[in-house]
């Protein structure tokens, strides 16, 4: 199994701030046949189910602000918001989706500082 | 609009069975590779189960192989977990979500599709 560790498990932010998150895949998520990194990003707000955010390590699912993003390749990932908003504030998970069964990073907590 | 609504949860002891719906409605389910993933109290996300979309091939995550079965009915737009045997550790919320443009279990794709999930405690 693809065991994904993310960093820090929780930060404090001040609002208008840049927020970052880490994300470790034990091995390669990254498929050379297509180029792509098989790695989501999700938020998860208090009584919500988690909701998309990023594919493909970096492609912004339709809806979700531009302050979102992702990067990194292989097996170090990085999700960004540039500029935290109070509706930021939520557990991130990323998951790596290239083999079964699908695992998912611990979470990071974001909150405001 | 794309929706998918759980039900079926509830308190059971140890030991006992619980069966979780999924009703999808708003896109072509019966083209959809569809999985449960479950979150146990203030814990982080464990994906449990997938079943292509003719419910022909399921996959199963090593801490319910065996006790936990997932199946669909096409015809009425829903999908299913049979959970057998279970424990004071199956305690969770679980949901159902979808996998993006895939029919199949091997083809790997973000899960866009969530629904609001179904809590299952296990408790005598």
């Known amino acids: 199994d693809i065991v994904m560790s993310q960093s820090p498990d929780s930060l404090a932010v001040s609002l208008g701030e840049r927020a970052t998150i880490n994300c470790r895949s034990s091995?390669?998520?990254?498929?050379?046949?297509?180029?792509?990194?098989?790695l989501a990003w999700y938020q998860q707000k208090p009584g919500q189910p988690p909701k998309l955010l990023i594919y493909?390590?970096?492609t912004r699912e339709s809806g979700v602000p531009d302050r979102f993003s992702g990067s990194g390749s292989g097996t170090d990932f990085t999700l960004t918001i540039s500029s935290l908003q109070a509706e930021d504030v939520a557990v991130y998970y990323c998951?790596?989706?290239?083999?079964?069964?699908?695992?998912f990073g611990q979470g990071t907590k974001v909150e405001i500082k | 609009q794309v929706q998918l609504v759980e039900s079926g949860g509830g308190v059971v002891q140890p030991g006992r069975s619980l069966t979780l719906s999924c009703a999808a409605s708003g896109f072509t389910f019966s083209s959809s590779a569809m999985h449960w993933v479950r979150q146990a109290p203030g814990k982080g996300l464990e994906w449990v189960a997938v079943?292509?979309?003719?419910?022909?091939?399921?996959n199963y995550a090593d801490s319910v192989k065996g006790r936990f079965t997932i199946s669909r009915d096409n015809s009425k737009n829903t999908f299913y977990l049979e959970m057998n045997s279970l424990r004071a550790e199956d305690t969770a919320m679980f949901y159902c979500?979808?996998?993006?443009?895939?029919?199949?279990?091997?083809?790997?794709?973000?899960?866009?599709?969530w629904g609001q999930g179904t809590m299952v405690t296990v408790s005598s």
């Open positions: 079943i292509s979309s003719d419910g022909s091939n399921q």
């Open positions: 979500a979808r996998t993006r443009d895939c029919s199949n279990t091997n083809c790997y794709r973000e899960f866009d599709v």
């Open positions: 091995q390669s998520v990254f498929y050379s046949s297509n180029n792509k990194n098989y």
């Open positions: 998951q790596q989706y290239y083999s079964t069964p699908r695992t």
């Open positions: 493909w390590a970096s």
